[in-house]
C-alpha cells in the first residue's frame, strides 16, 4: 500500500461553515507547510499557524491559552485584518468563526503570487473522471492544488499508476498515483497547473456554492 509523505499542509474550503477539528491520519505527520498568520487579541499579538481556513472561519493552531467567546483578529497579510470570535478550543487547536465572510480565491492567489510560493490545497466536491490505461474510472475530488488532488473512488487503482484526472471546466490533466488510505487516492500532476485558470476554476466552483446556498 503506498503512504502519503508526511507533511501538514493548509486546507483551504469554499463554503462559509467554520472548520471543525480535523481527524488525524493513522500516520503521524512531522513536516509542517502551515500558512503562518499573526493573531492579535487586545494589545497582544503573537503568531499562529493556520491549519484550515474557509469562507467563514478558520482552524488555527495556537501557543497560548485562548478561551472561547474571545474577539479577536488575523492578519494573513499586511494591513487587511479579519474579525473573527472563538467558538471552540480542543487541545492547541482553536476553531474560529469570521464576522463576515471572506474571498478565499483571492487570499489564495495573493499567498501563491506572494515572496514565499506554496500550492495551497484547496478542499472542493466534484465530480471527476480517472483514465487509466483504456479504463475509466467514476471518481470524487475533495481536494485540489496546482501539483496534484485527493480524489475518492471505489475502483482498486494501481499503485504507481499512470492516470489522466478530467474535471469539468478544465483540461484534461495527466499525472501520478501517488499513495492510497482506503477509497482515498492522492494523483501528483506531472506537471504545475498554471494558476490563473485554477484560480478560474475555483472561483466558478464558489459561485456554484452560494447559488446552491441562495436557492
Known amino acids: 500500500m503506498l503512504n502519503e509523505q508526511p507533511v501538514e499542509t493548509t486546507f483551504y474550503s469554499l463554503d462559509e461553515k467554520t472548520p471543525g477539528p480535523r481527524q488525524r491520519r493513522k ?15 487586545g494589545s497582544r499579538r503573537e503568531l499562529c499557524l493556520v491549519k484550515n481556513m474557509s469562507a467563514g472561519g478558520m482552524l488555527i493552531r495556537t501557543y497560548s491559552d485562548i478561551a472561547e467567546g ?20 480542543k487541545d492547541d487547536c482553536v476553531g474560529v468563526t469570521f464576522d463576515a465572510p471572506v474571498d478565499v480565491v483571492d487570499l489564495i492567489s495573493v499567498s501563491v503570487d506572494g515572496p514565499r510560493q506554496r500550492l495551497p490545497r ?7 473522471w480517472v483514465r487509466e490505461g483504456a479504463t475509466m474510472h467514476r471518481a470524487r475530488t475533495i481536494n485540489i492544488s496546482q501539483g496534484g488532488a485527493r480524489i475518492v473512488t471505489s475502483s482498486d487503482l494501481p499503485a504507481r499508476a499512470d492516470l489522466v484526472i478530467t474535471l469539468v471546466g478544465l483540461t484534461p490533466i495527466a499525472g501520478v498515483l501517488r499513495w492510497k488510505d482506503g477509497d482515498q487516492y492522492g494523483i501528483a500532476f506531472n506537471r504545475s497547473l498554471a494558476l490563473p485558470p485554477l484560480v478560474a476554476w475555483l472561483r466558478e466552483h464558489q459561485d456554484q456554492l452560494k447559488r446552491k446556498a441562495g436557492g
Not at 75 to 85: N, W, Y
Open 122 to 128: 484547496v478542499d472542493v466536491d466534484c465530480m471527476a
Open 27 to 41: 500516520s503521524d505527520r512531522h513536516f509542517s507547510l502551515l500558512r503562518v498568520a499573526t493573531l492579535v487579541i
Open 70 to 89: 474571545t474577539n479577536l483578529t488575523i492578519e494573513l497579510k499586511q494591513d487587511a485584518p479579519i474579525g473573527g470570535t472563538v467558538r471552540w478550543v
